[in-house]
């Protein structure tokens, strides 16, 4: 789950990490009571941040007024014309590709002073079964981009399962940046409460890009960008309670309510299999084929009527998708009960219009298979079925050819 910045900047705060003072808002209005707010706490800078799930805010444009998603302002009247410019508007980052994302919330933060970027990121490297924090002294870029270009540049440090950060990888973290004197204490203080506001949020990445050192010392996050492990939110009521559905796919939100994994992708042909590994692979053999995956579509290992119909739906609310690939494997669930879900849901008013110009391939493996492929072809239906993966791989490239 993906939260936006000034969230993730008041959970930081929870863990004493040091945050600049902000306040988010969704009107002109409350921007420009925000600015007078802070400006009476004592702020002389103001910056005005489009809150967006995406990232490239400071480079990105928004279409109507062109403005960028992050603006400098020294005064209050300068907040307000930043917030009239952002809100509302759609911004374009190199993340949210030409569509762009519609600005439905700025963030006014405190301008900060700054002597020097840095970058801190933690998340789990999957190679190693560890959590990894990685700095560098190139703030304000890219970490991608820096991994490419200059690997050298970042230092990590892993943390072995089961123990806290060690003070002494803290402090090798904090020297690989050059800090010195107080700025160093202070960044092995930011790096362990960092660190320790990671493992009991149960996030599953925490980026501080740019973190920064001020003329007078200070370590602060200048940005913030906090994701969750969706499996762990069940323990986290008050973090889940910070989703933005606005700002999620609505179709991927619809499959989460019938209890479906979808991701919706570019491609021209519609996926649904029981469990992540055989979808990746079937995703694989629809590019070998030709095609190119319109989704990711895992229904479980309970493959029914209800199941496989709402499949169905989500799957065709894509106006894109061009035929249909469906793979399971029979383990738990029976193939032949699948076969008859797949007939049923077919024949469903509903989903029967949809589908009329819409190719199936119906690939079954596992327990009672053969009566399963027996049931699809004697259907009368547009269902094609295949025993093998190539053959169900060669299916997709004739209708796709046809």
Avoid at 199 to 224: C, F, H, K, S
Avoid at 249 to 267: Q, T
Wanted: glycine content about 8%.
């Amino acid at each position: 789950m993906k939260i936006h910045e000034y969230q993730a900047k008041e959970i930081l705060k929870e863990y004493g990490v040091a945050v600049p003072a902000g306040i988010s808002a969704t009107t002109v209005e409350g921007a420009v009571e925000a600015a007078k707010k802070m400006k009476k706490d004592g702020a002389t800078l103001f910056v005005v941040k489009a809150q967006i799930h995406a990232g490239g805010r400071g480079k990105g444009r928004t279409k109507k007024s062109n403005s960028k998603g992050v603006i400098l302002c020294d005064t209050v009247d300068e907040v307000k014309e930043a917030a009239e410019a952002l809100l509302g508007d759609t911004l374009v980052t190199v993340q949210t590709g030409e569509k762009g994302q519609k600005v439905q919330r700025i963030y006014v933060t405190d301008g900060v002073d700054i002597e020097q970027e840095f970058y801190l990121g933690i998340l789990l490297d999957r190679a190693k079964s560890k959590n990894v924090i990685m700095v560098s002294t190139e703030g304000g870029v890219e970490i991608e981009k820096v991994a490419e270009e200059t690997p050298e540049k970042i230092v990590k440090e892993w943390v072995e399962p089961g123990m806290d950060l060690q003070h002494n990888q803290a402090r090798h973290l904090a020297f690989a940046l050059g800090l010195e004197g107080e700025a160093f204490k202070k960044a092995v203080k930011f790096i362990m409460a960092l660190y320790k506001c990671y493992e009991q949020t149960d996030a599953n990445m925490v980026e501080i890009n740019p973190l920064v050192r001020t003329p007078g010392g200070d370590i602060v996050a200048l940005d913030a960008k906090m994701t969750f492990d969706d499996n762990a939110l069940y323990r986290h009521k008050e973090i889940e309670e910070l989703r933005d559905e606005s700002e999620e796919n609505p179709i991927e939100l619809e499959a989460a309510e019938f209890g479906l994994n979808y991701i919706k992708l570019d491609g021209n042909v519609g996926c649904m299999v029981n469990g992540a590994g055989l979808a990746m692979a079937t995703m694989d053999i629809i590019k070998l084929s030709g095609g190119d995956p319109a989704n990711f579509l895992d229904v479980g290992g309970s493959a029914n009527v209800d199941t496989v119909k709402n499949g169905f739906r989500i799957i065709l609310e894509d106006p894109n998708v061009e035929a249909i690939l469906i793979n399971i494997f029979g383990g738990i669930v029976r193939c032949d009960r699948v076969a008859n879900g797949v007939i049923e849901a077919v024949k469903d008013p509903e989903i029967a219009e949809k589908v009329a110009d819409v190719p199936i391939i119906v690939r079954l493996q596992g327990t009672n298979a053969e009566e399963a492929k027996e049931i699809i072809d004697n259907s009368d239906l547009n269902v094609i079925s295949a025993v093998l993966l190539k053959e169900a791989a060669d299916e997709v490239s004739k209708v796709l050819a046809a």
